[in-house]
């Protein structure tokens, strides 16, 4: 993005200034600024604030400057011009900004009179900051790595520019579709005091405003414990202000009229209303105070609109008494409404303790807001790819001597703006999505540089230009297509070896690929089936794929492997067999029924029955039952329809890799991919262009059948963290009808993994994604996820058109995989190995041996780095390594195993910290919160606590930091922590 490129360079001496003005004794900001409540009011907390979506209908730069489209004219950067001017008017009016992206442009482009103004509202806590991250993230398909990273990044823009002040205190989640386990969690290490929710199912909110649980302690891990605990309030009718109050530019709403003597006099009976409204909503929550959302979406671009009306009505309803109550009516903020409810509670809340998350979430029987869990599955996949490339990248930059900080910061912006609740969703128009997909790329391109510069420091060949493929989606990639000899430069960005099975498009008929000591490593080429030959925008002559296996690639480091083309020689995989029955040496033996679907599979002494089929629901258009659409799944009919292939499969039998090629039709192909001494199996499928001259949106489901016994139960991950239990047709907190939509009802959102267990044998099938998806499992022993998805009509909640994605001037294609894995239900480490290989697969640079033998390539150049001293414990994932600022680097240290997990895995662990490294020395470690705008020593959360004693809020008791002269540090399950280490190179 352009505006993100400059202001460093512009900016940061303003910045500087602004900060050196205030001396801390001047804050006036935090729980001190608050307004006081009055006992034996009914506090009513008014929160002006305005929902900007980072991208939906418009783009982001649209909605920034304001550019008029059909749908929409508003301009985000007024409402921050006209804020500030109102709130200058009156030491009272206060304002909650939420995003930090949009805050961040406007920041930069403000004069110095300008910026002193607003830091001097921050300071004073008229002006609040909530949540804080970069965009207000998406629950359902985000994951945990991306969350934390764009959260972190928006707290650091904004402790550096206001310091204090701008520590969020709380997590303002008003809109996302659903809510999760992980974000909860997140939000309580983040050092927060609350979470507001706005969305969740109709069905739950009528339950809880009837029983006045709308407020409780979330329990968020299992694991961590008290610890997670964080007090949620859910808001009453969203985020919008209360019908008839929305004073805004863009509402119809009456003015309130206070001239008495005016025949359009309302005071009164709008005050009446007023406050009739509150005590509805009183009822639903157990203390004095109510919080009522002053705002709407876009709103406040005239601000004083809103404030001159409140002002009268606050004034009015404070000075008299309705139906016998007296009311104190005041500007708040979300952070002053939790202190309130603190004070008035002494932090006990009855309601009791939640673990469950909201999912899924749904606004009427008709309106599962599930579609979205799948739609726009590319744009799904593209941002992990970007969360794989901005991981590898931030390492490499932290692991070498490279200062582009700000070439780095446009992929962590841009992987901020991805996790926007309208953007990895897919609920945005198509225009938006390749706006998205424009600054994803951008963001890309910035790291590639960065990438190569730090490739060329670590390897020392200095004149190599480090390349990568970004097209080997579609098995394109013309550096290997074209090249007689070429450098690949495998980079495994996790802590534990790996072996890459590395695959590039070529054109020769045999190849030989060798490590750097000289081993031939063994290598494969296979047909490229001809779906991915056929995929629309395919621009290349690779017919084959050259597979080898870089065995071990060394842990946050790199291994460089020697091609080259071995003319007037053909060592392709001969042609493929139809075959029924088949037999491999890969630890899994399999055969083939008439339909090309797969029968059983074995593996030691475990025997499954697998069927995987490919079926479609027809999505309805008819508006009285509900549609599908971007936000929701409504199938015509529960049952979705066989997808019948017109042939067996095509098997190609290798010593490393066994395919079969399967075609379904015109629109569904899949090769599924056995590995030597892979324990999953690989299902590749491609879908699309989904038919669009039907009468019925069409939505693909990929389904496992089984055998297994699983009684209604299965699991899928929050956030691809902990996993969630779930229930057919149930819901944990309420007696649950199922009127209607058996499968929009059971649909969860699958972020890595879905699973189910014999209830009987100790066996389970996990089925691992490659992007968030929709999942469920309708009947026992099966697991479905849908893969694709387009919708002939919009589903009427604001996106305004139809789901049907285009590229290339035709309906999308899609390709993906999904990883099956069979096993004992206790082997959870393979499932965490593999998932994780995924989501941070080793990277592939290619470069030019020039005119060098490998030999001499190898004395000249450094052909192999790991970071690392010793290995880590087999249960430590080092999730952050990036550079910080001037000489510090960020390190996240992270336990993969939940509680129970394992008997051993699922244990404390000690890492000490001075024995990981190898790249640098550290000098100094000192343990951050998990956003890492705040030292843990400083951060102090509001203890909330239900009245039984047990559940007592402990501040981060698994957590004791353990810094002593060893730096050594102690993880509990599931724990994450945070260190700020500054480091010399050794
Ligand atoms: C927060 O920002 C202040 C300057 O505003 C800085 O001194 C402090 O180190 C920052 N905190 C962290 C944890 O980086
Ligand atoms: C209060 O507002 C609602 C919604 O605008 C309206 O239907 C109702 O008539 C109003 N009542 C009074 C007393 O003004
Ligand atoms: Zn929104």
């Known amino acids: 993005m352009k505006w993100a490129n400059t202001y460093l360079t512009i900016f940061i001496p303003l910045i500087g200034l602004i900060s050196c003005s205030l001396n801390d004794e001047d804050f006036l900001c935090g729980y001190s600024s608050c307004p006081t409540t009055k006992e034996g009011y009914i506090n009513i907390h008014l929160v002006p604030h305005s929902h900007d979506d980072l991208g939906w209908v418009k783009t982001i730069d649209q909605y920034y400057y304001g550019v008029h489209t059909p749908v929409s004219n508003v301009g985000v950067q007024y409402i921050y011009d006209s804020v500030l001017n109102s709130l200058s008017r009156r030491t009272d009016r206060r304002f909650i900004f939420v995003e930090t992206a949009y805050f961040w442009k406007w920041w930069t482009e403000q004069d110095e009179v300008t910026r002193t ?42 402790n550096d520019t206001f310091g204090k002040c701008a520590h969020p205190k709380v997590g303002w989640q008003i809109d996302p579709f659903g809510h999760s386990n992980e974000m909860a969690s997140i939000f309580a290490s983040l050092g927060f005091d609350g979470v507001f929710l706005g969305r969740i199912d109709y069905q739950d909110r009528a339950f809880r405003t009837y029983y006045e649980t709308m407020e409780f302690v979330w329990r968020s891990s299992q694991s961590l414990g008290a610890s997670s605990d964080i007090f949620t309030s859910v808001l009453y009718d969203l985020y919008v202000a209360p019908t008839g109050f929305c004073f805004d530019v863009e509402c119809d709403d009456q003015p309130i009229i206070d001239d008495i003597e005016s025949p359009e006099y309302n005071l009164h009976t709008r005050a009446q209303n007023f406050t009739d409204l509150a005590f509805q909503r009183l009822l639903s929550y157990s203390t004095s105070n109510v919080l009522i959302p002053m705002g709407n979406d876009f709103a406040y671009q005239d601000a004083e609109m809103w404030y001159k009306n409140i002002d009268k009505l606050i004034r009015y309803i404070n000075n008299n008494t309705f139906g016998g109550y007296q009311y104190n009516v005041m500007y708040s903020t979300p952070s002053c409404y939790v202190k309130a409810v603190h004070e008035e509670t002494k932090g006990i809340i009855y309601s009791g303790l939640n673990t469950f998350d909201f999912f899924p979430y749904a606004s009427n029987p008709y309106a599962f807001w599930v579609g979205c869990y799948t739609s726009r599955p590319a744009i799904k996949r593209f941002e992990r790819m970007g969360n794989n490339f901005l991981q590898i990248c931030k390492q490499l930059s932290a692991l070498s001597n490279q200062k582009e900080t700000e070439k780095l910061n446009n992929l962590r912006e841009a992987m901020g703006i991805m996790q926007h609740h309208d953007a990895i969703t897919g609920t945005e128009t198509q225009n938006v999505t390749f706006d998205y997909a424009r600054i994803l790329d951008n963001g890309l391109s910035d790291c590639r540089e960065v990438a190569n510069d730090a490739l060329r420091e670590l390897t020392k060949a200095v004149h190599s230009k480090f390349t990568t493929c970004p097209l080997t989606n579609i098995s394109q990639c013309y550096q290997s297509e074209a090249a007689k000899s070429l450098v690949i430069t495998v980079y495994n960005p996790l802590e534990r070896n790996v072996t890459k099975y590395v695959r590039l498009p070529v054109t ?200 297994l016994k699983s009684d209604s139960i299965f699991y899928t991950d929050s956030n691809g963290r902990e996993m969630m239990k779930r229930i057919r047709n149930h819901r944990p907190t309420w007696n649950f009808s199922t009127i209607l939509q058996p499968p929009p009802s059971n649909y969860y959102p699958v972020t890595s993994k879905i699973v189910i267990e014999d209830v009987e044998e100790n066996i389970q099938l996990a089925v691992l994604t490659d992007r968030a998806q929709g999942g469920s499992s309708l009947k026992d022993g099966e697991i479905e996820l849908m893969i694709h998805r387009n919708t002939l009509v919009d589903d009427v909640l604001g996106m305004g058109e139809p789901l049907l994605e285009y590229a290339h001037n035709q309906s999308l294609v899609v390709r993906g995989s999904h990883y099956v894995l069979f096993d004992t239900k206790n082997n959870i480490f393979e499932q965490r190995k593999i998932a994780q290989a995924k989501l941070l697969d080793s990277w592939v640079f290619i470069s030019s041996p020039e005119e060098y033998s490998l030999e001499e390539y190898r004395q000249k150049f450094s052909m192999e780095f790991s970071a690392l001293q010793n290995s880590l414990p087999d249960n430590v994932h080092i999730l952050t390594l990036e550079p910080w600022r001037e000489s510090t680097l960020l390190l996240r240290l992270e336990h993969i195993f939940a509680k129970d997990e394992d008997p051993l895995l699922s244990q404390p662990v000690t890492v000490k910290l001075n024995e990981v490294f190898a790249a640098f020395n550290i000098v100094e470690a000192k343990e951050a919160t998990l956003g890492a705008n705040q030292w843990s020593e400083e951060s102090e959360r509001l203890k909330f606590a239900t009245p039984d004693g047990e559940d007592v809020f402990t501040e981060s008791e698994a957590g004791i930091v353990e810094l002593n002269g060893e730096l050594s540090v102690l993880l509990n399950p599931m724990q994450i922590r945070t260190f700020i280490l500054a480091v010399v190179s050794k």
Do not use: C
């Open 117 to 158: 103004d607003f830091a001097e509202l921050v300071k004073r806590g008229q002006l609040e900051f909530v949540s804080g991250g970069w965009s207000m993230n998406d629950e359902a398909t985000t994951n945990y790595q991306s969350i934390i990273d764009q959260m972190s990044w928006g707290l650091r823009r904004l």
């Open 508 to 707: 020769g008929r045999a190849y030989r690929v060798r490590d750097p000591s000289g081993n031939e490593l063994p290598v494969q080429l296979l047909p490229i089936s001809s779906a991915v030959l056929n995929i629309p925008g395919r621009v290349s002559d690779a017919t084959l794929e050259l597979i080898f296996p870089a065995y071990d690639v060394p842990a946050l480091g790199y291994r460089s492997y020697f091609m080259e083309v071995i003319e007037d020689e053909d060592r392709v995989t001969p042609v493929g067999v139809s075959s029924k029955y088949f037999s491999t040496n890969m630890g899994v033996d399999f055969d083939i029924n008439e339909f090309g679907f797969i029968g059983k599979i074995y593996k030691d002494n475990l025997t499954m029955q697998l069927k995987q089929t490919f079926q479609a629901y027809k999505g309805s258009t008819n508006n009285s039952e509900g549609v599908s659409g971007a936000y929701l799944f409504n199938p015509i009919t529960s049952e979705p329809d066989y997808i019948i292939g017109d042939a067996d499969g095509v098997v190609y039998n290798g010593e490393l890799i066994t395919e079969i090629h399967q075609r379904f039709n015109a629109w569904l192909s899949q090769v599924i991919r056995f590995y030597d001494n892979e324990n999953f199996i690989e299902f590749d499928w491609i879908v699309g262009p989904l038919p669009t001259n039907v009468t019925h949106g069409t939505e693909v489901i990929s389904k496992f059948t089984t055998n």
